[in-house]
């Protein structure tokens, strides 16, 4: 099955520096890749998401990106704000089973 | 986003007793829900998927007789946690996928569940 590993676990910025969070899954049929955000006590809220047939996508500060050979997905955050700070996962979803598999959390603080 | 709600945010409740925490898909019909349970500073853990009219089907070592699963409506699912003990305390999650668009999962803001 599916295995998805989220690096790293936790990552401390500067408020105006750039984050970034890599992944990487390994069954090639995945095909569809979302990020989560989770405030403390809260359910994950969707951010973004890529499908395989497009090897980036943006929206204002946030990017994702794509690498299909490589299997390999991240998430990029520029000009960071302390609300960022909370936790991100990232996602890969197979054709088949139709099930998400999560990544194991990137805990992202953002220091003013 | 579409917006799932769920109900109720947190319970306590003693060892023995039954709870339900009811979950909504509120702008959008859900054609399958799931149930993931979250432990402090971990992961999702997906319990259960189901699909309206049908039976859930459970991840391998969830107890499908004290976790119950009812998918209602294309809107409403529920859990019932049976015969709740204090190992069952966790942070309990819906999330509903609808057929519109690209199929995106979308998350209720969870259950705090704690047994006495």
């Known amino acids: 099955g599916e295995n998805v590993e989220q690096h790293p676990s936790t990552l401390s910025v500067q408020e105006g520096d750039s984050a970034v969070i890599k992944c990487t899954y390994s069954?090639?049929?995945?095909?569809?890749f979302p990020w989560y955000k989770q405030e403390l006590g809260k359910g994950p809220q969707l951010i973004i998401d890529?499908?395989?047939?497009?090897g980036e996508k943006k929206d204002q500060r946030i990017a994702v990106t794509l690498n299909k050979t490589a299997k390999h997905f991240s998430l990029h955050i520029t000009e960071t704000q302390p609300e960022d700070s909370a936790v991100y996962f990232c996602?890969?979803?197979?054709?088949?089973?139709?099930?998400?598999?999560f990544g194991t959390g990137t805990r992202l603080l953002v220091s003013p | 986003g579409a917006v799932v709600s769920q109900h109720p945010s947190r319970v306590i409740c003693k060892s023995g007793t039954s709870v339900k925490i009811e979950c909504r898909s509120l702008?959008?019909?859900?054609?399958?829900m799931f149930w993931y349970r979250q432990f402090p500073k971990q992961s999702l853990m997906l319990m259960a998927t189901?699909?309206?009219?049908?039976?859930?089907?459970?991840e391998q070592g969830v107890e499908k007789d004290k976790f119950l699963i009812n998918h209602a409506s294309l809107t409403l699912s529920t859990l019932t946690v049976t015969s709740a003990h204090p190992e069952d305390s966790s942070f309990y999650i819906c999330?509903?996928?609808?057929?519109?668009?690209?199929?995106?999962?979308?998350f209720g803001p969870g259950t705090r569940l704690t047994v006495l």
């Open positions: 702008d959008f019909q859900a054609t399958t």
């Open positions: 890529i499908r395989s047939n497009v």
């Open positions: 069954d090639s049929a995945s095909n569809y």
């Open positions: 189901s699909n309206e009219g049908s039976k859930a089907t459970y």
């Open positions: 996602a890969a979803r197979d054709t088949g089973f139709q099930k998400l598999v």
């Open positions: 999330s509903a996928r609808g057929e519109l668009g690209y199929n995106e999962q979308f």
